[in-house]
Structure formats: structure tokens, C-alpha cells
């Protein structure tokens, strides 16, 4: 099975905090992902990236970076937290295309709370 | 991506099948059709995805009209723990940006 992990369920941080979320995956995909999820507002792209030290941004890339290293590995940044950055973040994964479509795979998301 | 279109919310009795339908008018020759679902507070996790044939996994069946325009995915014997909200998703094929649009889906509520 794949498996996409986060480094926390529930974070608490103070605004202007320096916040390090992490995601690691298990299937040597090629592309990851990190998104927020607000009710209402539904699944906004962060950013995303489809090798080691490459990075695309998203819809929605204002305060935060990425980091990506190693493969298996993607961190997002927030760089100085504010609270309109409180939300669910979810990371995923994509399995190459080969002809039968692009399936994504998502960790089970970080509740992060910035007060 | 294309826009998708469900219902709200759905209910089904346990044990009786759900059939949540989606539909994607807009939807081109090389878009996928996908179909997600999001248990409360957690990640969304695949269900199920094809083109233009039915499909049918161990989780569920999917099944997609002759012109592509809509589709219905279906958990044959629906549980408590099938509760969630579902989403259906159009994507390109291989896009290599793999973006997910998710909206704001569909909530079954199995009932006992």
C-alpha cells in the first residue's frame, strides 16, 4: 500500500512562529503536493513539486515555501505564521501515468491552529 | 479542469447500495474521471477512476455514461464507515502538475 505521512496530526503555533511541516511518502513518486483545505473554500493548491529540487507554485503561495531534498521528502515552510493560516494541510503523491491516468495519494493531513 | 457537479448531501440505509452521481457536462477527450472520499478530519483517500469504461475495484464500481457527460459511483453494500464526503473530480491524463480541483461534494450519511 502506499503510504503518504505527516509529520504532525494537530500543531499549535503563535502567530509569527516559523513552521516546518513535513511530508514523506514511501512509493517513489515522482510528484508531491501541498494543499490547505478550508471549509467552503475547499482543496487549494500550495504548492507542488515533480522532482528533487524543483518546485512549482500553486494557487496560493503567499507566505509560505517548499523544500525538496530528497525524493521521499517535501516540507512546507511557513515562514512567519499568521493566523489566516490556520487550516487543514494535506500533502499527497502521484503515481507516474502509464495509460491508465494519474492517481493521487494524500497523507492524513495536519490541523495546524495559529493563535 | 473540467467542473463537476454533485448533489449535496445523500443518505442510504446500511447494507443497501449508494449510488452518488456526478455530473461533468464539460468534460474532455482526455480527462479522467476520479473519485475521492474524505472521512472526517482525515486525508482524502482514492476510491476509483476511469476514461470511458465501467470500472469496478474492491471498494466500488463506477460507472460512466456512453457520452461521458456523467457518471455514478456506487458502494454496492454501503456500512457505517462508508459515511464521508465524496468527491468526483476531471483531470488530464498525466498532467505531470496532477492539481486536484476538489469542490465541495457529496455527504453520504449511511444510516443503520
Known amino acids: 500500500d502506499v503510504k503518504v505521512t505527516q509529520s504532525s496530526r494537530y500543531l499549535v503555533k503563535r502567530t509569527g512562529e516559523k513552521v516546518f511541516l513535513e511530508c514523506v511518502q514511501d512509493?517513489?513518486?515522482?510528484?508531491m503536493f501541498w494543499y490547505r483545505q478550508d471549509p467552503g473554500l475547499g482543496l487549494r493548491l500550495i504548492y507542488f513539486?515533480?522532482?528533487?529540487?524543483?518546485?512549482e507554485k500553486g494557487d496560493i503561495p503567499e507566505g509560505y515555501s517548499v523544500s525538496r531534498e530528497k525524493k521521499e521528502r517535501f516540507s512546507l515552510i511557513l515562514e512567519s505564521a499568521s493566523t489566516n493560516q490556520t487550516s487543514m494541510y494535506l500533502c499527497?503523491?502521484?503515481?507516474?501515468?502509464?495509460?491508465?491516468?494519474?492517481?493521487?495519494?494524500f497523507g492524513p493531513g495536519t490541523r495546524l491552529l495559529v493563535l | 479542469d473540467a467542473k463537476t457537479t454533485q448533489p449535496t448531501s445523500m443518505d442510504c440505509a446500511e447494507g443497501r447500495a449508494a449510488n452518488l452521481p456526478c455530473n461533468h457536462s464539460?468534460?474532455?477527450?482526455?480527462?479522467?474521471v476520479y473519485w475521492y472520499r474524505q472521512i472526517h478530519s482525515q486525508g482524502p483517500q482514492y476510491i476509483i477512476h476511469?476514461?470511458?469504461n465501467n470500472e469496478t475495484n474492491e471498494m466500488a464500481s463506477l460507472i460512466i455514461t456512453e457520452d461521458r457527460k456523467s457518471s455514478t459511483l456506487i458502494l454496492p453494500h454501503a456500512t457505517l464507515r462508508d459515511t464521508a464526503v465524496y468527491y468526483c473530480?476531471?483531470?488530464?491524463?498525466?498532467?505531470?502538475?496532477?492539481?486536484?480541483?476538489f469542490g465541495d461534494g457529496t455527504t453520504l450519511t449511511v444510516k443503520p
Open positions: 476511469g476514461l470511458k
Open positions: 499527497a503523491s502521484t503515481t507516474p501515468g502509464q495509460g491508465t491516468g494519474e492517481t493521487q495519494y
Open positions: 464539460t468534460i474532455s477527450g482526455n480527462e479522467y
Open positions: 513539486s515533480y522532482d528533487v529540487k524543483m518546485k
Open positions: 473530480i476531471v483531470r488530464p491524463y498525466n498532467t505531470n502538475a496532477g492539481k486536484s480541483t
Open positions: 512509493m517513489d513518486h515522482e510528484n
